[in-house]
């Protein structure tokens, strides 16, 4: 079974600063999906970045990227130039390729930014 | 995107009470899921359905159960709410296979309060 975890409940970062959410996965697949999901207090869901584990480079969607280590199995989120929008509750998401598309999801990390 | 409602938004309902949340979407997808969120659990899948009455439990699904008469709806029933199924309750759907993008679409939620 597949499991993810991620360490860090609550983060607080400086407006304009980087941070790092953290997401570790266990699994026995070798073609799967890695997901970024941000919640603000509206409860969205919003997608912010996929990676596909087939793909050595890592994802970017504008100050959003991933830094995608396989072998460490480690799938974390780094925000760049932090802004008041990106206060949220950020979920790392991972799915098997081949199935039923289900999502394993982690508990989750309250990300805060400071003005 | 692709249109998806859930309602109710929000309920409270009492102990031992049927409750039935619904989830419709406007486009034809085959994947409809019911996760449920609880602060420190993520979300957890609770059923979900690859077809009309093709459905199966995730990981917690006792006392809930759920059908799809329709492609483009898909009911999840508490047949006698429990307090611990006080939740926010996450309808998704999600392309299928031959679409490269898996990133599920989420619905608003639905706060659920049993008293």
């Known amino acids: 079974a597949q499991t993810v975890t991620q360490s860090q409940p609550e983060m607080s970062v400086q407006e304009a600063e980087t941070v790092t959410l953290s997401c570790t996965y266990d699994?026995?697949?070798?073609?799967?999906?890695l997901f970024w999901y941000k919640q603000p207090p509206s409860r969205q869901m919003i997608l912010v970045i996929r990676?596909?584990?087939?793909?050595?480079q890592n994802a970017t969607e504008n100050r959003f990227s991933v830094n995608f280590q396989k072998a460490a199995k480690s799938f974390s989120l780094k925000i760049s130039d932090s802004q008041l929008g990106d206060t949220a509750m950020y979920f790392c998401?991972?799915?098997?390729?081949?199935?039923?598309?289900?999502?394993?999801f982690g508990t989750g990390t309250r990300l805060k930014v400071l003005a | 995107d692709a249109g998806i409602t859930q309602s109710p938004r929000h309920k409270v309902t009492e102990t031992g009470t049927p409750v039935t949340l619904r989830c419709h979407q406007t486009?034809?997808?085959?994947?409809m899921y019911w996760y449920r969120q609880d602060p420190g659990h993520g979300l957890r899948l609770i059923h979900y359905s690859y077809g009309v009455k093709d459905t199966d439990k995730g990981e917690v699904s006792d006392g809930y159960s759920v059908s799809r008469s329709k492609t483009e709806d898909f009911l999840l029933t508490l047949e006698s709410a429990t307090s611990s199924q006080t939740s926010v309750y996450f309808c998704a759907i999600t392309r299928d296979r031959e679409v490269e993008d898996y990133g599920y679409t989420f619905g608003s939620g639905t706060r659920l309060t049993v008293v």
């Open positions: 699994t026995s697949e070798n073609n799967y999906y």
């Open positions: 486009e034809n997808h085959r994947y």
């Open positions: 990676q596909e584990a087939y793909k050595q």
């Open positions: 998401a991972f799915m098997k390729q081949a199935g039923t598309y289900k999502y394993i």
